[in-house]
């Protein structure tokens, strides 16, 4: 199965021939921005653009997304398309542009106010509000719109990305039957007596069902999708092919774990500038002679960070010979600060620092420290490979994809990784520290075995886990969907 770019670049030629590849996602892979009078092009923190990215600039084609940043405007063409990336010019992203009032509606509200409360178990309540609905719907038009702007007459296979656009297989499909529509489904898939409470499911679900195949990241995800389809609409489902028939048009169910990189990030992160960023930061850091924790999420309430800091501090409490010896790095981005939930997070995490680094913090030294930002994928190397342990706490996670960049960026087996058993990634990584993130006990444990895990058995397991990771890699995933899809042109 191929796992390298060029490998890739010719099972696309082969299976897609004259057809357009059209990737469609809510997140730019590139955003441009006027930072202090100075225009700077960034890549955000995403799951979706690491895996994403490099399979665009192995195969072409057209990026369809959000243009959301202060200078995108300035720098598109006529028809908003811009060549990215810059300096290589692999393939084009078209910017699609949102009003504040549908970012606030479509984005901020119904993604990510009701589907993404909806499908993680994370007792967070979802809320339904007809108009965020509204904006929902008009939004996944308007990328529709583009996408079939950018297919013009032409035969093309379009690459739908996540919750942002359950709408949009149906409307293409609508206007054009013959176009191949694939999508992943990035985040978890609930059961069905959880969808159930949607007003709108479905509506949702024949959105959906207007892909050729959709795919999860997980088998339970897809099970979960196919009993919440039977039962809910006239369908004919098929256990055993794993296909829903509706009004005539079959969809295919399939599973698809997601992967990243491997070899750019190993490759990278035992370049000489890699080394030299992570001395770097060691001294601006003060981490010389540290034992170092590192957690590296979005700031979401699904990634585990309340109970990742209570082990901490559990961990301290039992085990007090680690003060002034182990600190423990939480970086990553502030994200959708204007929903309460999400508010009350972060003010919640800061408390626990505060209190955790009074409680246990003498002279100069406190164990946590959190560092807010988007850092490139340059510094995130750096990052891991200061680690001695990085900590994945997931409560609910479809796959997570940092558990697999930090084993990517560690081929010097020197270090462990703690990993939720609640996140898709600890199906491929079971010789990770597992552990149940709510079991504060029993993850305070589990930081002391993985910093005094004997140096042969870090090797072993890291090496069985980077083979895991390098073995079902960002392009294998890719080829496996592509050479799925064909086989239904």
């Given at each position: 199965?191929?796992?390298?770019p060029q490998?890739?670049?010719?099972?696309?030629?082969?299976?897609?021939?004259?057809?357009?590849?059209?990737?469609?996602?809510?997140?730019?892979?590139?955003?441009?921005?006027?930072?202090?009078?100075e225009l700077k092009?960034?890549?955000?923190?995403?799951?979706?653009?690491?895996?994403?990215?490099?399979?665009m600039?192995?195969c072409?084609?057209?990026?369809?997304?959000?243009g959301?940043?202060?200078?995108?405007?300035?720098?598109?063409?006529?028809?908003n398309r811009?060549i990215?990336p810059?300096?290589?010019?692999?393939?084009c992203?078209?910017?699609?542009?949102?009003?504040?009032?549908?970012?606030?509606?479509?984005?901020?509200?119904?993604?990510?106010?009701?589907?993404?409360?909806?499908?993680?178990?994370?007792?967070?309540?979802?809320?339904?509000?007809?108009?965020?609905?509204?904006?929902?719907?008009?939004?996944?038009?308007?990328?529709?719109q583009?996408?079939?702007?950018?297919?013009g007459?032409d035969?093309a296979?379009?690459?739908v990305?996540?919750?942002?656009?359950?709408?949009?297989?149906?409307?293409?499909?609508?206007?054009?039957?013959?176009?191949l529509?694939?999508?992943?489904?990035?985040?978890?898939?609930?059961?069905?007596?959880?969808?159930?409470?949607?007003?709108?499911?479905?509506?949702?679900?024949?959105?959906?069902?207007?892909?050729?195949?959709?795919?999860?990241?997980?088998?339970?995800?897809?099970?979960?999708f196919?009993?919440?389809?039977?039962?809910?609409?006239?369908?004919i489902?098929?256990?055993?092919?794993?296909?829903?028939l509706?009004?005539?048009?079959?969809?295919?169910?399939?599973?698809f774990?997601?992967?990243?990189?491997?070899?750019?990030i190993?490759?990278?992160?035992?370049?000489?500038?890699?080394?030299?960023?992570?001395?770097?930061?060691?001294?601006e850091?003060?981490l010389?002679?540290?034992?170092?924790?590192?957690?590296?999420?979005?700031?979401?309430?699904?990634?585990?960070?309340?109970?990742?800091?209570?082990?901490i501090?559990?961990?301290?409490e039992?085990h007090?010979?680690?003060?002034?010896?182990?600190?423990?790095?939480q970086?990553g981005?502030?994200?959708r600060?204007?929903?309460?939930?999400?508010?009350a997070?972060?003010?919640?995490?800061?408390?626990l620092?505060?209190?955790?680094?009074?409680?246990?913090?003498?002279?100069?030294?406190?164990?946590?420290?959190?560092?807010?930002?988007?850092?490139?994928?340059?510094?995130?190397?750096?990052?891991f490979?200061?680690?001695?342990?990085?900590?994945?706490?997931?409560?609910?996670d479809?796959?997570?994809?940092?558990?697999?960049?930090?084993?990517?960026?560690?081929?010097?087996?020197?270090a462990?990784?703690?990993?939720?058993?609640?996140?898709?990634?600890?199906?491929?990584?079971?010789?990770?520290?597992?552990?149940?993130?709510?079991?504060?006990?029993g993850?305070?444990?589990?930081i002391?075995?993985?910093?005094?895990?004997?140096?042969?058995?870090?090797?072993?397991?890291?090496?069985?886990?980077?083979?895991?990771?390098?073995?079902?890699?960002?392009?294998k995933?890719?080829?496996?969907?592509?050479t799925?899809?064909?086989?239904?042109?």
């Amino acid at each position: 199965m191929t796992d390298d770019p060029q490998q890739l670049r010719s099972v696309v030629a082969q299976r897609l021939g004259e057809k357009k590849l059209i990737l469609v996602s809510n997140r730019e892979p590139y955003v441009h921005d006027y930072v202090g009078g100075e225009l700077k092009c960034t890549t955000p923190a995403s799951g979706l653009v690491t895996a994403l990215e490099p399979v665009m600039c192995a195969c072409g084609g057209t990026w369809v997304a959000h243009g959301s940043g202060n200078a995108d405007r300035e720098l598109v063409d006529g028809e908003n398309r811009i060549i990215v990336p810059p300096h290589a010019g692999n393939y084009c992203l078209k910017r699609v542009w949102l009003s504040k009032a549908e970012e606030e509606g479509y984005y901020y509200g119904f993604a990510n106010q009701t589907l993404w409360p909806l499908c993680h178990l994370a007792h967070t309540r979802p809320r339904f509000d007809a108009v965020h609905w509204r904006t929902y719907k008009a939004v996944n038009w308007k990328f529709a719109q583009a996408v079939l702007q950018e297919a013009g007459s032409d035969p093309a296979l379009v690459f739908v990305q996540d919750y942002h656009f359950a709408l949009l297989p149906k409307m293409l499909k609508e206007n054009r039957p013959d176009l191949l529509i694939a999508h992943f489904w990035h985040i978890p898939w609930p059961n069905r007596e959880a969808f159930a409470i949607c007003p709108w499911g479905n509506e949702l679900l024949e959105g959906l069902l207007g892909n050729d195949l959709l795919g999860f990241q997980t088998q339970q995800h897809c099970n979960n999708f196919m009993r919440t389809v039977d039962g809910a609409l006239e369908n004919i489902v098929d256990y055993e092919q794993f296909a829903v028939l509706h009004r005539g048009h079959r969809t295919l169910v399939r599973p698809f774990p997601i992967g990243v990189d491997s070899e750019a990030i190993s490759r990278y992160a035992q370049s000489p500038e890699a080394v030299a960023h992570t001395d770097r930061l060691k001294h601006e850091l003060g981490l010389s002679g540290q034992m170092v924790g590192l957690g590296v999420d979005r700031i979401d309430y699904t990634k585990g960070i309340p109970e990742r800091f209570l082990a901490i501090d559990r961990f301290l409490e039992r085990h007090p010979e680690y003060q002034k010896k182990f600190t423990f790095l939480q970086i990553g981005p502030v994200s959708r600060i204007n929903i309460n939930e999400y508010k009350a997070l972060n003010d919640e995490l800061y408390h626990l620092m505060v209190d955790i680094n009074h409680k246990h913090g003498a002279d100069r030294w406190t164990p946590i420290h959190m560092i807010k930002g988007n850092y490139p994928r340059e510094a995130l190397v750096a990052f891991f490979r200061l680690a001695d342990v990085c900590i994945v706490s997931s409560v609910d996670d479809a796959m997570n994809l940092v558990a697999k960049e930090f084993v990517s960026a560690r081929p010097d087996g020197n270090a462990a990784l703690i990993l939720s058993r609640f996140a898709g990634a600890a199906e491929e990584l079971s010789e990770a520290v597992l552990v149940n993130p709510y079991d504060i006990d029993g993850f305070a444990d589990a930081i002391k075995q993985a910093l005094e895990m004997p140096q042969q058995e870090k090797e072993r397991r890291m090496a069985r886990m980077w083979q895991a990771v390098a073995e079902n890699n960002t392009y294998k995933w890719a080829t496996k969907i592509i050479t799925e899809i064909s086989r239904l042109a």
